[in-house]
């Protein structure tokens, strides 16, 4: 069964750090670009980073650019979202998901994962 599974999200004061993982079963991960998309409440879902296969990264949200890093561990199957410096902004669902390459949007994800909650609050 193909499935990606969303890990690591909780509760985090402002200016703290979280990782997240997306873990992928029933496929490899190394042939796939990986997306990270949110969706903070009362708005529409918008991505933020996309990590091509060849491990370039793609940032689609300019307010998370030096502070969230995308990484793969293709032994674990595994990709990371490392978000640091976190503001209640960052708030959100945070989904993964699976497309061939960078820049297709959410319209043309193979594989979506059911989303882990990042809640950044003092």
């Known amino acids: 069964q193909v499935q990606l599974v969303e890990s690591g999200g909780g509760p985090v004061q402002p200016g703290g750090s979280l990782r997240l993982s997306c873990a992928a079963s029933?496929?490899?991960?190394?042939?796939?670009?990986i997306h990270w998309f949110r969706q903070a409440p009362g708005k529409e879902r918008e991505e933020v980073l996309c990590i091509s296969n060849s491990d370039s990264s793609t940032y689609f949200e300019d307010s998370v650019k030096g502070r969230f890093t995308a990484s793969r561990d293709n032994a674990k199957n595994t990709v990371y979202l490392q978000m640091n410096k976190l503001k209640p902004a960052d708030t959100a669902v945070y989904y993964c998901a699976a497309s061939i390459w960078c820049g297709l949007g959410a319209a043309g994800m193979d594989y979506w994962g059911n989303g882990t909650l990042v809640t950044v609050s003092s």
């Open positions: 029933g496929f490899t991960l190394d042939t796939y670009a």
